[in-house]
């Protein structure tokens, strides 16, 4: 069951186009004009129930706006998105029941309030029972650590304790959707860890999961899908462990040597389409292959011909290596970038 | 995946009871008055810039009526306008569009948009909750400057139902103009001369400064066609017994017919405004 369903999403954010200074806005009292940014350039996305889908690009890349159209917040410029099977931005307060939203850089709690008098208003406008309200909190103030922060005040929480007191009210109304912009920004080690733990069990319970994030290691903990976004448009869709053997499967094996090799010739020889370097002063060797071109066996027998191995280490593709690889503009959006598409038709460069 | 099922943690979306809906209406009223509360210093300050205003136009009239009366009013009644007309001014205080204003301009506004709430009437219900606090500190000063210019007349009894009607309006009225003037920042972004102009419009033909009846016909005429007189002149007219009978049910009409008109303005302009959001960052 499609939880959101967008089609073609495309929003332009037209802003003033003033010179600078005095007479330049002057100028443009009589003569307007306007330049038009495309943040988000025709997003068809689908997400089942119970999916979590990590949502990444380079900064600018169409993500926070992609978010607020599904969210309801922004209405699209044109394309169609439903989500609960409701248009959000036309049913914004039957679509706010069923979502949950933290924009990391951003807070739902009132600044002013104990975090316990925000989280008992927010039941209030869900129209929570006693308790239900008792229950979820109960629940969220253990899985999140938030027990001693109830009583604090808003703007007196450090950047981690507001993230999770955010969190606890996002979640209060045990939303079937959750949508999470940047939620560990800043965030240490410890939170952040315990956020995940947090995150891989609301996903284990049913809830659909979309995430933004710059942190690498959330999506591998927490997301099975991958999508990959830049210049506002789908450059990549699948999973995550189909993306990393699309866009990043070179392996490296890493060989320490007894003694100094006199040649690595022979090794690149016998491998074709593999490199080969030299490592730790010599007495090491890193051999980087395709494992559809040679297994590790070929790569090791061909090591052992030429040197002889003292230990070896294989190392795999991180999802890292592909996001690092579409922030350097490695990837490059296809023609037809349905997110349909066999990711082997897309071109990498 | 085609799992149809409904899974535990995706309860069926209810759609609150009439009751519910009213619960969090009035919790944001309630958790409005004690965020105002939370800011007591920083308002209080803005209410002696007001009272010092008001007590200096005490003092103004007082001298010109001093000679007796003019254009029919003479002192006790010109108090009593006066600080009827401060009250009803210290309702929808520059707290509620500082406020929506600022959390346009910074975006904060798209947390608004995610809770399941309607967004005008949120904004009305928080109005009405610093409403509570704001006509409370109003009538202490009024009480405390009455007793200082030597008392004020009760209410006019025969024009006392409309006035009841009257006062109940100020608060929803004035909230439809500072509601409308917040939402301009969505266009201009920008909110001190929106807020000026607003504050100058309403000092000018809501009669809190001069009573309307001491304008030129034609400035009468325009001023009893605009929302503002129902702000502090119709109010206090009725309260000093100026507007009586059929005149006084009038311009309690326009008043309502105002409050309503605005509250619908404030509506269309606010699916204007939406659609006008940009949200930059988170």
């Given at each position: 069951m499609a939880r959101i369903e967008a089609d073609d999403l495309r929003k332009v954010f037209r802003s003033p186009d003033k010179r600078p200074g005095l007479a330049g806005s002057l100028r443009h009292l009589v003569e307007r004009r306007y330049s038009e940014k495309v943040a988000v350039d025709g997003i068809s996305l689908r997400v089942d129930e119970g999916e979590a889908v990590a949502y990444v690009g380079p900064n600018g890349a169409g993500k926070s706006t992609t978010i607020k159209l599904l969210t309801g917040i922004l209405v699209p410029t044109s394309g169609e998105v439903r989500v609960n099977g409701i248009v959000p931005h036309r049913n914004r307060v039957e679509n706010a029941r069923g979502i949950g939203v933290v924009f990391g850089q951003r807070t739902s709690l009132w600044w002013d309030l104990a975090v316990r008098d925000s989280l008992e208003l927010l039941r209030d406008m869900h129209g929570l029972s006693t308790a239900e309200y008792w229950a979820n909190l109960d629940r969220l103030v253990e899985m999140l650590g938030i027990g001693d922060l109830l009583s604090s005040t808003a703007r007196r929480l450090s950047l981690g304790q507001r993230m999770r007191a955010d969190l606890a009210a996002a979640l209060l109304h045990d939303p079937p959707i959750v949508y999470l912009d940047e939620p560990t920004i800043g965030l240490d080690i410890e939170v952040k860890d315990r956020l995940r733990a947090f995150l891989r069990q609301i996903v284990a319970e049913g809830t659909t999961l979309v995430l933004t994030t710059h942190d690498l290691g959330e999506i591998e903990d927490v997301c099975s899908r991958l999508v990959i976004i830049d210049h506002g448009r789908i450059v990549h869709d699948g999973g995550l462990r189909q993306v990393i053997e699309t866009y990043a499967r070179e392996r490296v094996m890493h060989v320490d040597l007894a003694a100094r090799p006199v040649s690595l010739a022979g090794i690149a020889t016998r491998l074709a389409g593999a490199t080969v370097i030299e490592e730790r002063d010599g007495l090491g060797v890193a051999v980087t292959f395709d494992p559809l071109a040679h297994t590790a066996g070929d790569v090791l027998t061909a090591i052992q011909a030429e040197l002889q191995v003292v230990d070896l280490r294989i190392k795999e593709p991180a999802i890292e290596d592909v996001v690092r690889r579409v922030y350097a503009g490695q990837l490059i959006p296809g023609p037809d970038d349905s997110p349909d598409d066999s990711p082997d038709d897309s071109p990498v460069r | 995946m085609t799992a149809a099922v409904t899974l535990p943690s995706a309860p069926p979306r209810r759609t609150p009871t009439v009751r519910q809906t009213l619960r969090a209406y009035r919790a944001m009223g309630r958790a409005a008055f004690r965020s105002l509360v939370a800011y007591q210093t920083s308002f209080l300050f803005g209410l002696l810039a007001t009272t010092l205003a008001a007590v200096a136009m005490l003092y103004l009239w007082r001298s010109v009526l001093a000679a007796g009366r003019v254009n029919g009013f003479d002192w006790p009644a010109?108090?009593?306008?006066?600080?009827?007309?401060?009250?009803?001014?210290?309702?929808?205080?520059?707290?509620?569009?500082?406020?929506?204003?600022?959390?346009?301009?910074?975006?904060?506004?798209?947390?608004?948009?995610?809770?399941?709430?309607?967004?005008?009437?949120?904004?009305?219900?928080?109005?009405?909750?610093?409403?509570?606090?704001?006509?409370?500190?109003?009538?202490?000063?009024?009480?405390?400057?009455?007793?200082?210019?030597?008392?004020?007349?009760?209410?006019?009894?025969?024009?006392?139902?409309?006035?009841?009607?009257?006062?109940?309006?100020?608060?929803?009225?004035?909230?439809?103009?500072?509601?409308?003037?917040?939402?301009?920042?969505?266009?201009?972004?920008?909110?001190?001369?929106?807020?000026?102009?607003?504050?100058?419009?309403?000092?000018?033909?809501?009669?809190?400064?001069?009573?309307?009846?001491?304008?030129?016909?034609?400035?009468?005429?325009?001023?009893?066609?605009?929302?503002?007189?129902?702000?502090?002149?119709?109010?206090?007219?009725?309260?000093?017994?100026?507007?009586?009978?059929?005149?006084?049910?009038?311009?309690?009409?326009?008043?309502?017919?105002?409050?309503?008109?605005?509250?619908?303005?404030?509506?269309?302009?606010?699916?204007?405004?939406?659609?006008?959001?940009?949200?930059?960052?988170?």
């Open positions: - | 010109m108090k009593a306008y006066l600080l009827v007309a401060f009250v009803a001014g210290s309702l929808v205080s520059s707290y509620v569009d500082y406020r929506m204003a600022g959390r346009i301009q910074q975006g904060d506004v798209a947390m608004d948009l995610v809770r399941p709430v309607d967004y005008q009437r949120s904004r009305l219900a928080e109005a009405l909750g610093f409403g509570g606090y704001e006509l409370g500190t109003g009538l202490v000063v009024a009480a405390a400057a009455a007793a200082l210019f030597g008392g004020v007349p009760a209410p006019a009894h025969r024009s006392l139902g409309a006035f009841a009607v009257s006062a109940v309006l100020v608060l929803p009225l004035r909230f439809g103009i500072v509601y409308i003037s917040a939402l301009v920042v969505f266009w201009t972004r920008n909110y001190v001369g929106v807020q000026s102009a607003r504050i100058a419009l309403i000092t000018l033909f809501s009669g809190s400064l001069v009573p309307l009846s001491f304008f030129p016909g034609w400035l009468q005429g325009l001023a009893a066609a605009l929302p503002f007189a129902g702000m502090a002149s119709t109010p206090a007219l009725l309260y000093i017994g100026r507007l009586t009978g059929a005149d006084a049910w009038r311009d309690v009409g326009v008043q309502a017919a105002w409050t309503v008109g605005l509250w619908w303005l404030g509506r269309a302009m606010w699916r204007g405004a939406s659609r006008q959001l940009t949200v930059h960052g988170g």
